[in-house]
């Protein structure tokens, strides 16, 4: 491929000494979990992030599950509760809340953001509501400024799955301080991503934090002492170590995304492509530049053939997975056309004019 989907040696090679310097720390400190990487990092994501608290984590799957059993073990979530989310989500956001015992109400992301809207959560509030799980995919966050109006109507906490959009924000508010609470992913093609599985949690609530410290590591709260049954979710020196490096690079890594997103913006001009809308209240990250075309898979054939790689997020949604066959939800048509027309465009390893390159070869898709 001329221009792949995703270079991540490509998108490394710049940090790559920095990072081998700090793997290589960790492995001669000889700690390897639960060390000073480890607390720099969170007190780093703190910084970020309005000085909330931050629980280094497994990946952010288990960021997610953490913050929903945090809050069940803390007395205010029970089994049954049901918790709004977007129905167009990738599946982890749905399996976290299954995995605690939680129901999902699916609903409908809006057109512009390509999430939550407060319209479609205000509609789905049911007497057993407790918590809306607001998902910022793709790099746009959703409108927290809106959505946080129908939680607090409703006396509802906002969950926010913040795996891919850090470093986004509305009106100058970061995602991962938007809400309650909020999961991190590091997998690798996340905007930070580590060299193999890791997330975090971001919480202003202390008990929230505490209650998540010890279910990380087995249900204790101090040595041999078990409060909860626990889970074994720690995140490795090593990852932390090389994390740190990344992190200290995110400006640069969403400059790129940005110029990147501006060329295609700027460049592509064909009626039968959608660019994804540029919101002048948020900062955007752009984890993956999504175009919508009805004729996806033709166009995907096309661009392969033109040596542009592509992906598609997401080619199904939970509710149409096997696992969830008899998950109940109303019609999703605006979820299930999302799905049948979003196209993925290479936006994480491609320089300004690589971008215009191939809005180019789409220009020419008739
Ligand atoms: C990647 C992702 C997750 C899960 O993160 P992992 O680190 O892969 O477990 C959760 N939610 C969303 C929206 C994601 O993109």
Redesign the pocket.
Known sequence: MKYPFLDLRRLHAPLMEAEKQACARVIESGRYLHGPETAALESEMSRMHASRECVAVS??????RLILRGYIATGRLSPGDEIIVSAN??I??VL?ITDAGLTPALVEPEEQTMNLSAETAERAVSGRTRAIME?H?YGTPARHSAIREVAARHGLLIIE?N??SIGASEHGIPTGAMGDAA?F???PT?NIGAVG???AVVTADRELAAAIRALANYGSDRRYHNIYQGFNCRMDEIQAALLRVRLGHLEEDRARRQAAAAAYAQTLDNPLVVPPATIDTMTQVW?QYVVRCSRRDELRAYLAGQGVGTDIHYAVPPHLQPCYATLPHGPLPVTERMADEALSLPIASVTERQAREIAGIINNFK
Do not use: E, I, M, R
């Not at 990946?59 to 997610?64: I, R, S, T, W």
């Open positions: 990946n952010g799957l288990d960021a997610l989500t990738y982890a956001s976290a998902v995919l799955d795996a891919q999961a992913s590091f997998y996340k599985d890791a997330g984890h």
